[in-house]
């Protein structure tokens, strides 16, 4: 059995990685397509274009494994249906529980290879793709709104002086991350604005460990500072400063997430940007559910080797291979669809991210054991 066992294996892993290699060259010649129209703008080269594809590949393995999964395994499948292999291996005593232990050989590396490339590969590879395209005009994100990037910090302190509320304003970001055209704007305990803080320029200095009940702080140097104070009474003091280091909770990782798409962040960046945002009483349902998707994802994988498993079942004279493939494309594309309609759904009625992670695989999976077992059951 264990010599079976690594046969199927092999052909599932083959027919996986040459639908996986197809869809990856398809889409980054595509996307190849798409980089070269903008060349010159900005002085951006074929070199930079041809970099942020490479860069782009992890992404589209990682969207793209589910799907070509589904696909390599009914080809695989079913080609052993069509020369009686899989018939011979069910005569010989590969019973269901067998079939899924299988499907479980198989997908477990797949599942850790699937979350690898989410926890390590992707972050780094898309901010990477990021910073080359913004090397051509040295700016990142250009602008969100007409008046830059906000954010809400949450400083700490007593007594009367105690900044309660500050609000970061910024127009863009260099490929270092140095931030530029910053604005703080300091409230008081009864919201009234305390202080104006406007810098050229900022950068980051290092981490502070954080306290008990408190998040991890970060020491920026504000450079070409000036100063407007407002007293209680009225007054307006102004001053400058040719720099000023700060104290702010908008840690470079917390940054980073103006730079990509939430789907495009680690499990952890996602899970610390939940907790930055709720601390702050701000709408974090896109970014729990696309933290949630990461952890689900993975296992989408798996599943999709379940609901291709019914393809070995069905004799070639029930059906031609081609057909066979073009359902699993069909119930691909479904699924993928499916998933991102889920997450739109979700995110309008504020439905718990976790259902609806998990909601599309979790009827894949069902329908993949439902078809199993009605096969099995018709069997012999």
């Known amino acids: 059995m264990t010599t079976l066992r690594r046969y199927f294996a092999g052909q599932l892993v083959l027919h996986i990685g040459l639908v996986l290699a197809g869809f990856v060259l398809l889409f980054a010649f595509v996307d190849s397509v798409s980089e070269i129209r903008n ?18 590949i992890p992404g589209m393995v990682y969207e793209l494994l589910p799907v070509a999964t589904l696909i390599g395994a ?38 850790a290879f699937t979350f690898f490339l989410a ?11 990021v910073r080359t395209k913004a090397s051509a005009d040295g700016r990142l994100g250009s602008g969100f709104l007409s008046s830059g990037f906000w954010m809400r910090d949450y400083p ?31 409230f008081g305990e009864l919201l009234t604005l305390r202080r104006l803080v406007e810098a050229e320029s900022a950068v980051f200095l290092r981490a502070i460990a954080p306290s008990a009940n408190a998040q991890e702080a970060s020491i920026w140097r504000l450079e070409g500072v000036r100063l407007t ?17 700060l104290p702010l909770y908008l840690s470079p ?53 379940v609901l291709a498993l019914p393809a070995a ?3 070639a004279r029930g059906g031609a291979l081609g057909l066979k493939v073009f359902l699993a494309i069909v119930a691909g594309i479904g699924f993928h669809l499916a998933n991102s309609l889920f997450s739109h759904l979700g995110l309008l009625n504020d439905w718990p991210a976790p259902i609806v992670a998990a909601i599309p695989s979790l009827l894949a999976l069902a329908a993949g054991l439902l078809m199993l077992w009605q096969l099995q059951r018709r069997a012999f």
């Not at 926890?119 to 793709?129: D, I, T, Y």
């Open 39 to 56: 060349l010159g703008r900005g002085g951006y080269t074929l070199e930079q274009a041809l970099t942020v594809v490479v860069f782009r």
């Open 74 to 111: 009914v080809w695989a499948l079913a080609q052993l249906a069509a020369g009686s292999e899989f018939t011979v291996a069910r005569a010989s005593g590969l019973g269901p529980r067998q079939v899924l232990g299988l499907s479980a050989f198989v997908g477990l590396p797949l599942v």
């Open 119 to 129: 926890e390590v590969v992707l972050p780094v590879s898309e901010v990477a793709a």
């Open 156 to 186: 700490t302190g007593s007594g009367e002086d105690r900044v309660r509320v500050r609000m970061v304003n910024l127009n863009s970001m260099d490929p270092d991350r140095r931030l530029q055209g910053v604005r703080l704007y300091e």
């Open 229 to 245: 104070d407002f007293a209680a009474d009225g007054q307006v003091t102004r001053s400058r400063l040719s720099s000023l280091e």
């Open 253 to 305: 990782a917390r940054l980073g997430a103006l730079m990509v798409k939430p789907e495009q962040m680690s499990a952890r960046e996602l899970f610390l940007y939940v907790d930055y945002l709720q601390a702050g009483k701000q709408a974090s349902g896109r970014y729990e559910i696309a933290f949630w998707k990461k952890m689900i994802y993975p296992v989408a994988v798996w599943v999709m080797l």
């Open 313 to 315: 079942y069905i004799q």
